[in-house]
């Protein structure tokens, strides 16, 4: 089996304010966390964190520019922090981003090398944004790839779609929590 690493993205109090449809998506994707856990899988969590001052924010920059304007992710700003409810524990690996993807301005390649981690498992908010971007990244990084479908977030239910049901199984597994337990910790 490879040597994986579920990716916890973008998980932060502010973005699930804005994008949780009240569908238990917290619950399963707490589940997915356990689980992981429990199989012995490296659980790493993405948060996109900017400087006070937003040094790294260029106003070409459309997206990162509305995002500083609404006054989002200050690094120890408290709605910047992991949402309570799938909190980090001791032994999971917080890495902190400057754009969309979970490898932009972050040291994830570095703890990815370092752990020999050569399969990712994608989750997060959104699905449109640090999930695909991330997993773009990953494939030309040639990383192994898994969606979990469920364990993904769009403000947007009908984009969310189409990445989980047309594009990303061109390029990854896409599978839902349950079944991905499944196949990592059989019962």
């Given at each position: ?146 969606v979990l ?8 239910p009908e ?29």
């Open positions: 089996m490879p040597n994986s690493a579920l990716l916890v993205m973008d998980v932060q109090r502010d973005v699930v304010a804005l994008a949780d449809d009240g569908s238990g998506y917290l619950s399963r994707l707490r589940r997915a966390i356990d689980g992981a856990r429990a199989a012995g899988i490296t659980v790493i969590y993405v948060v996109l964190g900017l400087r006070p001052g937003d040094p790294e924010v260029s106003p070409r920059n459309k997206v990162m520019t509305n995002v500083v304007r609404a006054g989002l992710f200050t690094e120890g700003a408290p709605s910047t922090g992991i949402h309570d409810d799938v909190a980090p524990q001791q032994g999971d690996v917080v890495v902190t981003k400057r754009r969309g993807s979970a490898f932009s301005g972050s040291d994830l390649d570095l703890v990815l090398r370092a752990r020999d981690v050569d399969s990712l498992v994608l989750t997060g908010i959104a699905t449109s944004a640090v999930v695909l971007s991330t997993l773009w990244r990953a494939i030309d990084l040639d990383f192994g790839l898994t479908a469920d364990a993904c977030l769009d403000t947007d984009v969310h779609r189409m990445l989980v049901e047309k594009l990303f199984p061109q390029w990854a597994d896409v599978l839902t929590v349950e079944d991905w337990l499944e196949a990592v910790a059989p019962r």
